[in-house]
Every structure is written in structure tokens, then in C-alpha cells.
Nanobody
Framework: QVQLVESGGGSVQAGGSLRLSCAGSGFSFSTYCVAWFRQAPGKEREGVAL???????KYRESVKGRFTLSKDNDKNALYLQMNSLKPEDTAMYYCAAAPRCIVDTLMLYGNEYWGQGTQVTVSS
């Protein structure tokens, strides 16, 4: 059974940091494109960071230099280190994986797997 479980969300003040984790089971991250998405209340879901199965990565412009996506294939885990957080980063964050992706547009396609989400709240 395929499962993605996020953790690490919480409430922080602006300028703070959080590290999100995503544990995968039932498939191997090593052969998949992996990504973090977020959705704020009343807004559409948007891609935050994506790592293609070729090793190329892409970040949303607004998080470049502040967020870092990493992957541990041995642990089948995905991480998102978020520094210098801003109130506009407040959202539910989801990890996702798919066999194919378009890195430059932060898009996954194919048989996608999604986690249940973890809430990040940044106060000013």
C-alpha cells in the first residue's frame, strides 16, 4: 500500500524556520519525481519545490534562497527546510511523488501519490 506521511508543520514567527518531513512507503522515491506543494485558504494549490528523477530541481520564485528540498533514498524520505519564513508562506503543505514530471513548471504527472498535508502557520 502506497502512503506518504508528512510531519514537521507548526506555528512560527516571521523569520523563523521549520523542517518538513515526508515518509514514503509502498514505492521507492529513488525512481520518482518528488515535490512539495502548498495550498492557502481560498487559493489554488501551488508547487513549491520539485526534484526530478534526473536530479534537476526547481523552486517557486518566492521561496528561492529560503527553502531547500532534499531527499534520502535510503530512508525513502523527503524534506523541505524552510528558513526566513514569511506570513505569506502560511498554508497546508503536501508532499507528492509521481513517475514523471515537468521540472520547469513544477508539474507532476502520471500515477501521482499525495500525503495528507501538514499545516504551516507564520505570524508577523
Amino acid at each position: 500500500q502506497v502512503q506518504l506521511v508528512e510531519s514537521g508543520g507548526g506555528s512560527v514567527q516571521a523569520g523563523g524556520s521549520l523542517r518538513l518531513s515526508c515518509a514514503g512507503s509502498g514505492f521507492s522515491f529513488s525512481t520518482y519525481c518528488v515535490a512539495w506543494f502548498r495550498q492557502a485558504p481560498g487559493k489554488e494549490r501551488e508547487g513549491v519545490a520539485l526534484l526530478g528523477n534526473s536530479g534537476r530541481s526547481k523552486y517557486r520564485e518566492s521561496v528561492k534562497g529560503r527553502f531547500t528540498l532534499s531527499k534520502d533514498n535510503d530512508k525513502n524520505a523527503l524534506y523541505l527546510q524552510m528558513n526566513s519564513l514569511k506570513p505569506e508562506d502560511t498554508a497546508m503543505y503536501y508532499c507528492a511523488a509521481a513517475p514523471r514530471c515537468i521540472v520547469d513548471t513544477l508539474m507532476l504527472y502520471g500515477n501521482e501519490y499525495w500525503g495528507q498535508g501538514t499545516q504551516v502557520t507564520v505570524s508577523s
